[in-house]
């Protein structure tokens, strides 16, 4: 059996005698309101989507809301994953991230919570110059593309 790497936390051994990813799985939302994405800016100083772990036994659509509604203060629509990537946060920390599709109807300007230190609604042109993943600038203009 091979035996998990000290220096790789996030690879566990697996009966079958090979490592596997032992990944946290982290849903966000591609929102676009009135052509603005709404953007948070974590811990690392980037800005991210809406959205946030899936916990044990949670259904992620469900997930999801409730992360929404957590961080924007925004009932949302969730719809179907469709972009997903592995993010090495750190050499020792990776995480699954699933985004998908999500609208919200509503009038109220979104409110960010204390899990983030700011909040941004941007245009989507101008979502490449900032500081966040690529993959998160992926799937924005992935999902502009399917909204447009």
Do not use: C
Not at 13 to 18: A, K, N
Not at 26 to 36: E, F, M, Y
Not at 54 to 63: C, S, T, Y
Not at 127 to 142: D, F, G, Q, R, W
């Amino acid at each position: 059996m091979t035996i998990a790497d000290k220096a790789r936390p996030y690879l566990v051994p697996h009966p079958s005698g090979y490592l596997e990813y032992q990944l946290p799985i982290s849903l966000k939302a591609a929102i676009i309101w009135r052509g603005l994405v709404p953007l948070l800016k974590n811990e690392r100083d980037e800005w991210e989507l809406p959205g946030g772990k899936l916990e044990v036994d949670e259904d992620p659509k469900l997930a999801l809301e409730r992360e929404i509604d957590e961080e924007l203060s925004w009932k949302v629509s969730v719809g179907e994953p469709f972009h997903a990537w592995v993010y090495q946060i750190r050499p020792d920390r990776h995480v699954f991230v699933l985004s998908y599709l999500a609208t919200y109807n509503g009038t109220a300007q979104p409110a960010y919570s204390h899990e983030h230190k700011e909040l941004l609604l941007v245009p989507v042109r101008d979502v490449p110059a900032l500081n966040m993943p690529h993959p998160y600038k992926e799937a924005i203009s992935l999902a502009a593309g399917r909204l447009s």
